[in-house]
């Protein structure tokens, strides 16, 4: 329902006060009994009053076979296809993929704002021009995890994508450009669970980079 709605249903209550309003719906929020960003500008008019919706749609996206063969690239118009119009009608299917959004799941193209990536779809495979190239000027560091969690890489890459999007990236890496400095940065999930990043490029550049 809109935030509209849910203030009729308050006020039906005798909850006419808007900021006890509020209030309450940040209470629902927090317990998970019915979600609302109101911080947010994409999701802040809509009230889902059952969460679980919204999980059910996001896996339905994510396991989709087609996005599988698309490697995570979908476009709005292509949810319908996935979903079942009775319970996800159209309209709500931006709004799916704005929470997707909100949740790190997936980022829009900038030529294109029904055109998404979702990154936990790419293919394993680090491309050729991928490679990083010997630069003992460059600047090279790594984290090491005791656990490193697969999503990690794929919310990065969405964190960042302002900063990559004319680079390659993969389910476990990216590369990253700003100023003239490019940045590798890649996941070893399985083995040494680390993250290893090499910056190479003009070193007044870096830290705006690495920021």
Excluded at 24 to 45: E, F
Excluded at 61 to 78: D, Y
Excluded at 85 to 107: G, V
């Amino acid at each position: 329902i809109s935030f509209g709605e849910y203030r009729q249903v308050c006020a039906r209550n005798h909850e006419m006060d808007p900021q006890r309003q509020d209030l309450l719906a940040g209470y629902l929020h927090s317990l998970g009994i019915a979600l609302n960003y109101k911080d947010d500008p994409r999701l802040c008019d809509m009230n889902v009053l059952n969460p679980q919706w919204v999980t059910n749609g996001i896996y339905q996206i994510l396991n989709a076979p087609r996005l599988a063969a698309q490697q995570g690239v979908i476009r709005l118009a292509e949810v319908a296809d996935i979903l079942n119009a009775t319970e996800y009608p159209l309209p709500m299917h931006r709004f799916l993929l704005d929470l997707m959004q909100k949740f790190e799941l997936c980022f829009p193209f900038p030529e294109d704002d029904t055109h998404y990536l979702i990154p936990e779809l790419l293919g394993k495979q680090e491309p050729p021009e991928a490679a990083d190239s010997e630069d003992t000027e460059g600047l090279n560091f790594e984290y090491c995890y005791p656990v490193l969690p697969e999503g990690l890489l794929p919310r990065f890459i969405v964190r960042t994508h302002a900063l990559s999007c004319a680079g390659p990236c993969w389910r476990t890496g990216v590369i990253l450009a700003f100023e003239g400095n490019r940045a590798s940065v890649k996941a070893d999930v399985q083995g040494k669970r680390r993250v290893s990043i090499a910056v190479t490029g003009p070193a007044a550049g870096r830290r705006p980079l690495l920021a």
